[in-house]
Nanobody
Framework: VQLQASGGGLAQAGDSLRLSCAVSGRTVRSTSVAWFRQAPGKEREFVASIRGSDGRTAYADSVKGRFTISRDSAKRTVSLQMNNLHAEDTAAYYC????????????????????WGQGTQVTVSS
């Protein structure tokens, strides 16, 4: 499985950005995909996930209501729509892929995902 993340860039607080993760080597519906992010000097943290088996989504509390994760089987992509960006959203964003089904309690854990893409930088100015 290979992942290619794109869509990062510069934004102002309140703006929107859309990240995409292109998945190859496996169908999107057979792959659970998550977005994680890492800000300078901080540990990598979970942002959002979509489970391959049933499309169930999960979000970190800090992005709930502002970010939306979705998948497009035809395009083999998983997207992260980020609205109302805050300066605290500044980070390198990584997409990760795991097995078709991940139990709910494990969807936020890095160890549940076997494959990682390169990061895409999101910088939000206040």
């Amino acid at each position: 499985v290979q992942l290619q993340a794109s869509g990062g860039g510069l934004a102002q607080a309140g703006d929107s950005l859309r990240l995409s993760c292109a998945v190859s080597g496996r169908t999107v519906r057979s792959t659970s995909v998550a977005w994680f992010r890492q800000a300078p000097g901080k540990e990598r943290e979970f942002v959002a996930s979509i489970r391959g088996s049933d499309g169930r989504t999960a979000y970190a509390d800090s992005v709930k209501g502002r970010f939306t994760i979705s998948r497009d089987s035809a395009k083999r992509t998983v997207s992260l729509q980020m609205n109302n960006l805050h300066a605290e959203d500044t980070a390198a964003y990584y997409c990760a892929a795991g097995p078709t089904h991940i139990i709910v309690s494990a969807t936020t854990n890095e160890g549940s995902y076997d494959y990682w893409g390169q990061g895409t930088q999101v910088t939000v100015s206040s």
